[in-house]
């Protein structure tokens, strides 16, 4: 399927698990990102990255970890999930053509719906 | 820094006007907005890039005030699925990568 998706759409888990949400673009993004998004925050970047094998801290890092080694995957693992952690995950990809800051529109995934018991 | 919204909520009979505030204390490079109904992801609307331009995409259009850092969307002759909670994103000026600061949010209700 083109586009962006994401894996899975729901999650519950419990204190402590780790978890990985999965998220692939058939677009050839350069740039992916991960939002948390929470009631009275918004969406809040996590990590993101700028090319396969760069990831640079967002607003919100601790306790996330990213890897991005192909171009289309960007997965977030939660190492030791937390209450706090419970959430909607959105990951998005952008394109870098102007080589402009903040350019370019950012495509969003579906969301994952996280609950961590 | 988190761009402020405002008003946070905002209820509007169908066919009424409305204006969406994002301001910021840093200089920016660009403002993004995008709107997103329950359940849903954000949907972009439009971008704009410092110099003070103004975009228009169907009756929904907006402006840029470099001077004031502050953005503004305007939704004119309201519909009902113009319903959803809109996002202002910035890109601050001394950031050279797509990365992006939302606000948090704006909920927009148009009723019949």
């Known amino acids: 399927d083109a586009g962006i998706t994401q894996s899975p759409r729901y999650k519950i888990t419990e204190t402590g698990r780790q978890v990985t949400l999965m998220c692939h673009q058939t677009w050839s993004h350069s740039y992916m990102f991960w939002y948390r998004q929470d009631l009275g925050h918004g969406l809040r970047l996590i990590y993101y990255s700028a090319a396969a094998d760069i990831t640079d801290k967002g607003e919100v890092p601790d306790g996330y970890v990213v890897s991005r080694s192909k171009t289309e995957n960007f997965p977030l693992t939660l190492e030791s999930a937390t209450r706090s952690q419970t959430s909607v995950y959105f990951c998005a990809s952008s394109e870098f053509l102007r080589g402009l800051a903040g350019g370019n529109e950012q495509f969003f995934g579906p969301g994952t719906r996280l609950t961590v018991l | 820094q988190q761009p402020v919204q405002s008003p946070q909520a905002v209820i509007l009979r169908e066919g009424e006007d409305a204006v969406i505030n994002c301001s910021s204390s840093?200089?920016?490079?660009?403002v993004h907005w995008y709107r997103q109904k329950h359940g849903e992801a954000p949907v972009f609307l439009m971008i704009l890039l410092k110099g003070g331009e103004q975009k228009g995409h169907d009756k929904i259009s907006a402006s840029f005030n470099e001077k004031k850092q502050q953005s503004s969307l305007y939704l004119t002759a309201s519909q009902l699925s113009y319903s959803g909670t809109y996002f202002c994103?910035?890109?601050?000026?001394?950031?050279?990568?797509?990365?992006?600061?939302f606000g948090t949010g704006t909920r927009l209700t148009i009723i019949p």
């Open positions: 840093k200089a920016l490079y660009s």
């Open positions: 994103g910035t890109s601050l000026a001394d950031f050279g990568n797509e990365k992006l600061t």
